[in-house]
């Protein structure tokens, strides 16, 4: 069986959830996003072993916890299972899942891990009543008010995108179903433009993830930069500037704080705060090797330079390091301190404003910079925007079938195989609204085209 | 009514059309003493519309029927008057034969293979009555008083059951091709508590060939040469054309004109017609913004001078049909032999039986063809077969044989049948199937020959030669995914044609083959010699190929459901018992009453959520572990 993952507690609640990932390939997927600290990988330890270590993305490590992997048939569903239990809170448990989606995981269904486990034999009374909660779960789903209004949008775009891809699939079948019907048959020309277009609405979705995400579960945000340019100042200003704090959680293993802030639309998680604060007594050395160091899974990174001083090499330094690490594009230059005067010119691959962190002079440029780089690409809808994980996975999975049915009319195979692909989206996108996908073929052949003999 | 005791059979088969004929031969093949009632030995495997066997979805029944040791292949190649290899350019799997049939011929060739089989007697003489006792059937009666006992019935109808025949304001009880109407067995199922429905059919006029301007249409010639469905059946050559012709502006007047004439607008027809054979006054109306309907001319068999109409099927007053052939290009003085009529008659409710084709409420009675709701000659001798089948592995006491959709397009159209209903006559589509690229023609052997020669239906001659050719086709797959062709002018210029670079240096045959554009013929061509293998397997050869990647991924979509298909519901369950179910799920169920978890999740209305409540339930009170 493919493998599912889900989030096994109550939503929001509790200093711990849990991730239960259920499938052929639940520990190779564990491993993809969980590294044991201890060097020896998850899958070397023994069963039901709980194992420490760090849980990470493509984007760098975000959070420790423990992981405990049950071998086949000795789990809840009867197939391998390994449970990841994280920190709580909405905003880490939500990535360790979009987390687990990118390394081959698809959403669970509700009430599919017990339907596996009854599948395998493995289901005991006293689990029975399990089910009716999770059931409860997908009908009353909370979601804030704002979400579900954008989500709204989202499904009209996505059902958009079905209801083109069943015109296209039906008009395919139909010539199929009716070879002898007087009926202008589309040219592959026609399909391939057709796929073309729906493959860049798909994208603009896809990528519409990115800001999504930004402002629903946040970005991963560092603030670098060499001693004394102001970097706790900055801390500051974002911190006085933000208007609902989310939780800050003390971390129980290290000492390791996260806040997140909203900067406009966005959601920023500022971690190691407590590392930016007791920055200054530093000397250079540890602070610039520091900001290196949270570079990494930065998917927003501030660089402060201290506006009053002319670039110096440590500054150098740090900028040739964010394009080490490929962060360019991700970064916005803050020319810290305008109130001290008129300020120094800085030389930087990456957009700049001037600021002042002490009078927040600045701040709305600050803003602006930050949106546009995560404003989307097209020019899509306001709220037509995927904003949870399990929308980015249909809408992931939808975009690589039609891209694998152009490819296939491009490689020369027929429209047989492009009509099986293409099935294959419209069934990625249907399971966010569970329609049957083939009886709304038939009924379309039979209401759009005049057949039969 | 005074009864005698005619007979003592194991099975008895009412109706001889094409769903009867192959349920009486399977049950008879397999050793039982069966009977083939019909209204008229002149109808035994009639053609009551189009005189062809075989289309899209259909020509895969067709070629599935035969690898199930089934007869309507091998009576279609006999008669063949035209063979076409439909939606060639389209790819493998969509790739349907059909073809143009003699309609006399055929149905001598099939009233023949009736007599002469074993256990079989082919009766004239309409069933009025099926009898039961304690819900299981002991047998029939006829008109005249002859009691047949049988331990299994099969009703195979058609529009013969309660049929009534509609042309304008004209309408009258009759059968197809005014044959006799079935009217007293209605009321005997009905009181065996069997829910019937009216649905209804149509066909097109037939005229003089004579009559026609052929100098005026466009021929279509059959392929050359032609396909046939069966490997060892006797052939005809065909090499007959078939003509087409197109409605115009006038033509669509006159129906727009006469619609109120027509017993479809104006209520007289009950029946739910189908949507994939609508009438010509339908299309035009449903369709307004079409120019043109295109029109076939076929012959009705070599030795008569009646030609069909394909797409002009109608139900509109004779003067008014003639009125519209004649505004046709070629049709102008068009002489009518037979007027369309639109048919209505009586059949059940599919979700009434199990997937085996019998009813859940009478032990021993089973459904096929029209009368389950089905449409096409092709459809109802699949289910003849499955039936016949069933009703004799259930008298012997065998498991039953039930095909699954991932295997085959039989199993799709008895599950889509029997787990969704129809609320029309339905007819195969191959967009109905998930697994297309897995069920295709070519390959209807390797997926059910081993079924039909385990039930001894498939005769021993074409079990070896099917196994001579899997071992052919196996060979030849190995060998091309083990040579490498050398690097040599030819190969640069076939990579060059077909838009590549030329090759480093030698490239494996079978990655050769995944090229687009490359075919095996070009792989025989480089290694200078003919093909080792006939056409069919060659192309076998090249599909399993060329196609592996998506065959794969098919395949695993299949094993992602079967344990939901092997996991097995009670037949004593009491649904509306189950706490925390959905009222609606539970009436759904309850009356459906689904064999499977798989089958179950099928049913249109049941959510994820009610299918887990019911593995909940069955693992508490007794269900499999």
Redesign the interface.
């Known amino acids: 069986?493919?493998t599912i993952s889900a989030i096994s507690t109550p939503h929001g609640v509790g200093a711990v959830s849990m991730i239960r990932l259920s499938g052929d390939d639940a520990i190779e997927i564990a491993e993809r996003v969980f590294r044991p600290v201890g060097g020896k990988p998850l899958s070397h330890h023994s069963a039901r072993q709980s194992v420490y270590g760090v849980f990470h993305d493509g984007d760098g490590d975000f959070d420790d916890g423990l992981a405990t992997v049950f071998v086949a048939p000795n789990s809840y569903t009867g197939e391998n299972v390994v449970e990841l239990m994280c920190h709580g809170g909405v905003l880490g448990t939500r990535r360790l899942l979009a987390a687990t989606f990118r390394a081959g995981a698809t959403p669970a269904?509700?009430?599919?891990y017990?339907?596996r486990a009854?599948?395998n034999?493995k289901?005991?009374?006293s689990q029975?009543e399990a089910?009716?909660a999770?059931?409860e779960a997908?009908t009353d789903a909370c979601l804030g008010v704002g979400i579900r209004q954008l989500g709204g949008a989202l499904t009209k775009k996505i059902n958009l995108c079905f209801e083109k891809l069943l015109r296209l699939t039906?008009s395919v079948?139909a010539?199929?179903?009716?070879?002898?019907?007087?009926m202008t048959d589309m040219s592959a020309d026609e399909l391939k433009a057709e796929l073309g277009t729906l493959k860049a609405t798909l994208a603009a979705l896809k990528d519409s993830y990115r800001y999504g995400k930004a402002i629903s579960e946040g970005v991963s945000c560092a603030i670098v930069g060499c001693p004394n340019v102001g970097k706790s100042s900055v801390l500051n200003m974002l911190i006085g500037e933000e208007r609902a704090i989310v939780t800050p959680i003390a971390g129980t293993t290290r000492d390791v704080v996260t806040e997140t802030v909203r900067l406009g639309d966005i959601l920023l998680r500022l971690s190691d705060t407590a590392g930016i604060r007791e920055g200054g007594g530093e000397i250079e050395r540890i602070g610039i090797e520091r900001s290196i160091k949270s570079l990494e899974g930065a998917e927003l990174v501030l660089a402060v330079f201290d506006g009053s001083k002319k670039q110096s090499d440590a500054d150098g330094e740090v900028i040739r390091h964010i394009e080490e690490k490929g962060k360019t594009a991700l970064t916005v230059g803050l020319i810290n301190k305008s109130d001290k005067g008129r300020g120094f010119t800085y030389d930087t691959p990456f957009p700049q404003i001037t600021l002042s962190a002490k009078t927040g002079e600045g701040m709305e440029e600050l803003k602006k910079a930050v949106g546009a780089l995560y404003a989307s690409t097209e020019d899509l809808g306001m709220g037509e925007t995927v904003i949870n994980a399990r929308q980015y996975s249909a809408v992931c999975r939808a975009l690589s079938a039609v891209e694998n049915a152009l490819f296939a009319l491009e490689?020369?195979?027929?429209?047989?195989?492009a009509?099986?692909d293409m099935?294959e989206a419209m069934g990625a996108l249907a399971e966010l609204d569970?329609r049957?996908?083939?009886?709304e073929?038939?009924n379309d052949?039979?209401s759009r085209f005049?057949?039969?003999? | 009514m005074l009864k005698y005791k005619a007979g003592d059979l194991d099975v008895a088969v009412i109706g001889a059309g094409h769903a009867g004929i192959e349920a009486a031969l399977a049950a008879s093949r397999m050793g039982l003493r069966s009977a083939l009632f019909t209204l008229s030995l002149d109808l035994v495997g009639n053609m009551p519309?189009?005189p062809s066997i075989g289309g899209?979805?259909k020509g895969h029944l067709v070629y599935e029927i035969t690898a199930l040791g089934g007869e309507m292949g091998y009576a279609a190649d006999k008669v063949m008057l035209q063979s076409r290899m439909?939606?060639l350019?389209?790819?493998?799997?969509?790739h349907?034969l059909r073809m143009q049939s003699d309609r006399r011929a055929y149905q001598g060739y099939m009233k023949k293979v009736l007599e002469e089989t074993e256990n079989l007697s082919l009766i004239q003489g309409e069933v009025v009555e099926v009898c039961a006792e304690n819900g299981a059937v002991t047998g029939v009666v006829t008109a005249f008083g002859g009691f047949f006992a049988a331990k299994a019935v099969i009703i195979a109808t058609g529009t013969s059951l309660g049929g009534m025949i509609i042309v304008g304001e004209h309408a009258y009880d009759s059968g197809p091709d005014n044959t006799k109407a079935a009217n007293a067995l209605t009321e005997s199922l009905a009181s065996l508590g069997i829910p019937l429905r009216r649905f209804k059919t149509g066909t097109p006029a037939r005229i003089h060939k004579d009559s026609i301007d052929f100098s005026v249409l466009e021929e279509q010639k059959g392929d050359v040469p032609p396909t046939y469905f069966t490997v060892d059946g006797e052939k005809s050559e065909g090499g007959v054309n078939c003509h087409i012709t197109?409605t115009n502006g006038e033509t669509h007047r006159i129906i727009r004109e006469n619609l109120h004439r027509s017993p479809l607008y104006g209520g007289e027809i009950k029946g739910v017609g189908?949507?994939?054979?609508?009438s010509i006054e339908d299309?035009v109306m449903?369709?307004a913004d079409?120019e043109?309907?295109?029109i076939?001319i076929e012959p009705m068999g070599a030795d008569t001078k009646e030609m069909y109409l394909?797409?002009l099927?109608s139900s509109l007053p004779e003067e008014v049909q003639k009125d519209l052939v004649h505004s046709i290009k070629g049709l102008e003085n068009a002489v009518f032999m037979r007027t369309a009529y639109a048919i209505e008659y009586d059949c059940t409710d599919p979700t009434e039986l199990l997937p085996t084709l019998e009813f859940k409420r009478v032990s021993g009675l089973y459904g096929a063809g029209q009368f389950n709701g089905s449409s096409g000659y092709e459809e109802a001798a699949a289910q003849g077969l499955m039936a016949g089948i069933n009703a004799a592995l259930k008298i012997k006491g065998q498991p039953s044989l039930v095909l699954s959709r991932s295997e085959s397009y039989i199993g799709t159209l008895i599950d889509d049948l029997v787990t969704?209903g129809t609320n029309e006559p339905y007819r195969m589509?191959?967009?109905?199937?998930?697994y297309?690229?897995l069920l295709r023609q070519d390959n209807a052997e390797d997926r059910l020959i081993e079924k039909g020669y385990r039930i001894g239906l498939v005769k021993q001659a074409q079990y070896d030669r099917y196994l001579a050719d899997k071992a052919a086709v196996e060979e030849e797959i190995v060998r091309l995914k083990g040579e490498t062709q050398s690097k040599c002018p030819a190969l640069d210029e076939l990579m060059i044609k077909n838009g590549y670079s030329p090759t480093e240096g030698g490239i494996r045959k079978a990655d050769l083959l995944l090229r687009?554009?490359v075919g095996i013929d070009d792989i025989y061509a480089l290694e200078g010699r003919e093909s080792p293998l006939d056409t069919r397997l060659k192309r076998r050869v090249e599909t399993e190929i060329k196609?592996a990647g998506?065959i794969d991924k098919?395949r695993r979509e299949v094993e992602?459901f079967a344990?939901?298909e092997s996991?097995k519901l009670p037949e004593d369950i009491d649904y509306s018992a189950i706490k925390?179910i959905r009222l609606e799920a539970a009436q759904k169920l309850q009356k459906f009453r689904p064999q499977s978890i798989g089958q179950a999740s099928r049913i249109?209305g049941i959510?994820?959520?009610d299918?887990?409540?019911l593995?909940?339930y069955?693992?508490?009170y007794g269900g499999?572990?």
């Open positions: 069986m493919r269904a509700a009430g599919e017990t339907k009854f599948i034999g289901l005991s009374l029975a089910v009716g999770l059931i997908k039906s079948y010539y199929i179903d009716y070879p002898e019907e007087d490689s020369g195979f027929t429209q047989d195989v009509g099986f099935e569970g049957s996908v083939s009886e073929i038939v052949i039979f005049c057949v039969g003999k | 519309c189009n899209t979805g439909l939606n350019s389209k790819g493998p799997a969509v349907s197109y189908p949507r994939y054979c609508p299309k449903r369709f079409k043109r309907h295109q076939f394909q797409g099927s969704k589509m191959t967009s109905r199937s998930e297309r690229l687009s554009g196609y998506y098919q992602r344990s939901m996991k925390g249109s959510s994820p959520a299918i887990s409540v593995l909940v069955l693992s508490r499999e572990r």
